[in-house]
């Protein structure tokens, strides 16, 4: 009968910073401190986590290097009686490693480099990282590890495997895995495929919080080798998961085993915290607060800006940065034109009240006016079109800008995945802003989190959600002008742009020929919009900017 021995872990689900050596390592020390206070034998953070994930090209900079290197140094001087592992760059003559230190009583035992270096979506590793090449095992007190970074797990014939056959019985793998609807369900999947493939347990610990584009999730996991989440921590939330993990002590047979002098005092078992499940309205909710909130108070601002409409867009976005910031820090502003309508007035009188935000009224009508009068010679007597549509736009855009330079506000742009998808949007208009909370929401799921969020507090009113979509920049206007219905338009740019089907795809499923031939031209002629706008929020597996990279100028239609 096996002998075995109940192991304490601390998972360090932490909202780290990219550049922010020293907060990150304050947060790193400080974790250190509560988990041996608990008696814990190891605690393991997030990867890269002395730099931040993703470092990107500050990982060109030697000082940066050098400096991560010195705060490595820091945290290992605080190690006393337990085993961290913790993330960090190293330099091996002329090569970056994205690394894990395994560090005890302050000595650092091993330092993994990761094997497999994604290159795909929004990851670029290959650009500034060279691959590691060997595992670690580690020893102690008859326990035997091993630990592996982020991509290394999706390989089923890789470090784990090896690991496995060299004796592990627990891996401890340090993440920074990006968000979007579902992934938690793949992860789980992935992670309990190896642990039971491999008969290891595994500690996964996810980086928490939102850096640029990206949001990372968290909902660190905990598996036995039977496969079974024995213990979760809650998704978009910084936490310290703590277990007891019933481990199988091993023979020692390797002769390269690297042996970690601790040993393991026996202690009473705490109950293990089981995650919690999030439907998948309030999780992408829940994201793009976490995205929002870090992106504005990371770079430094207070107070946000949004231009209402009375439409779905900028009700969503201004109900979110309130859940977000306190009402106290969003001001709302509504520019009215010739164009628009009492109900939409009543309706951001309505949103405003609910959310107990102040809101500025500004005209544009006289603006407007000028415009027209100027240009008007220049026009040459040309009917009027999308020009004169777009100009309302621009001064709404110019206004909101103008409000941030003298208050230093954030202006909050209102677009969604769908317009952006299609160039339905005005560059430097409603384009304008320096967040663009939706970017990455398509418009049926802009109706679903508005309903889901209403479900939990009435702030968005009911007619916003019923009403027929408009722009109004000109009389009678609706967005199914110049767009499919929305339910249809949605269908297709999915199979477009997050799954790269053709055009023969699309219309082998069913879609109508025309429609689809309109709609992807929309999309590859909307290309240079794209470029110019703010960053937003990823929440699909395929997001425009590092998702999908596509040429400016291209003549390909497929």
Not at 94 to 113: E, P, T
Request: net charge neutral; glycine share 6%.
């Amino acid at each position: 009968m096996e002998n075995k021995k109940i192991i304490r872990v601390s998972v360090a689900q932490l909202n780290l910073t990219v550049g922010d050596l020293n907060g990150n390592t304050e947060k790193i020390i400080e974790s250190i401190k509560k988990a041996e206070n608990l008696n814990s034998d190891v605690i393991i953070f997030p990867e890269l986590s002395i730099t931040g994930y993703p470092p990107e090209d500050l990982l060109l900079k030697s000082k940066f290097i050098q400096d991560n290197l010195k705060k490595l140094e820091e945290i290992k001087k605080e190690v006393n009686n337990i085993i961290a592992i913790v993330g960090f760059v190293d330099k091996v003559e002329n090569n970056l490693y994205n690394s894990a230190a395994i560090i005890y009583n302050k000595k650092i035992y091993g330092i993994y480099h990761k094997i497999f270096l994604p290159n795909y979506s929004v990851f670029d590793e290959k650009r500034y990282f060279k691959s590691g090449n060997e595992i670690l095992i580690f020893n102690f007190d008859k326990i035997i590890f091993s630990v592996e970074i982020c991509e290394d797990i999706w390989h089923f014939n890789g470090p784990i495997k090896e690991a496995s056959q060299n004796g592990a019985k627990i891996i401890f793998i340090n993440n920074a895995s990006p968000y979007y609807l579902g992934k938690i369900k793949e992860r789980e999947e992935i992670i309990i495929s190896q642990a039971k493939k491999n008969n290891l347990f595994i500690v996964y610990t996810n980086l928490v919080g939102g850096q640029d584009e990206i949001v990372f999730d968290g909902q660190s996991r905990i598996v036995d080798n039977l496969g079974n989440i024995i213990a979760g921590a809650d998704a978009f939330k910084e936490e310290i998961l703590n277990a007891d993990l019933n481990i199988p002590e091993s023979e020692i047979k390797l002769k390269n085993i690297i042996e970690i002098p601790k040993k393991i005092v026996p202690k009473t078992q705490i109950i293990s915290k089981k995650p919690e499940l999030l439907k998948p309205e309030e999780e992408v909710y829940k994201a793009l607060i976490l995205g929002l909130k870090d992106y504005i108070l990371k770079n430094g601002f207070q107070k946000v800006v949004i231009g209402l409409s009375g439409g779905i867009d900028s009700s969503l976005v201004a109900t979110l940065a309130v859940d977000t910031l306190g009402n106290e820090n969003v001001i709302g502003v509504f520019m009215p034109s010739r164009y628009t309508s009492k109900e939409s007035e009543e309706d951001v009188e309505e949103l405003v009240k609910n959310l107990k935000i102040r809101l500025i009224k500004i005209s544009i009508e006289p603006i407007y006016e000028v415009y027209l009068k100027i240009l008007k010679p220049h026009f040459l007597d040309k009917k009027e079109d999308i020009t004169e549509e777009n100009l309302q736009a621009r001064i709404r855009g110019n206004i909101l800008m103008a409000l941030s330079n003298k208050f230093g506000w954030l202006v909050l742009a209102t677009g969604n995945k769908s317009e952006m998808s299609t160039g339905y949007a005005t560059l430097y208009g409603d384009m304008a802003g320096g967040f663009a909370v939706l970017k990455d929401v398509p418009k049926t799921l802009v109706y679903k989190l508005a309903n889901y969020r209403n479900s939990i507090g009435y702030v968005i009113p009911q007619r916003v959600l019923v009403k027929a979509p408009t722009a109004e920049l000109k009389f009678n206007q609706k967005d199914s002008d110049t767009l499919p219905e929305y339910e249809l338009l949605d269908s297709i740019l999915k199979l477009y742009i997050e799954e790269d089907k053709e055009f023969e795809e699309i219309v082998g499923k069913g879609f109508d020929a025309e429609i689809v031939k309109k709609v992807l031209n929309m999309v590859d002629k909307s290309e240079y919009k794209r470029r110019q706008a703010p960053p937003g929020i990823k929440i699909t597996p395929k997001a425009f900017g590092k998702d999908r990279r596509m040429p400016i100028t291209n003549k390909y239609r497929g």
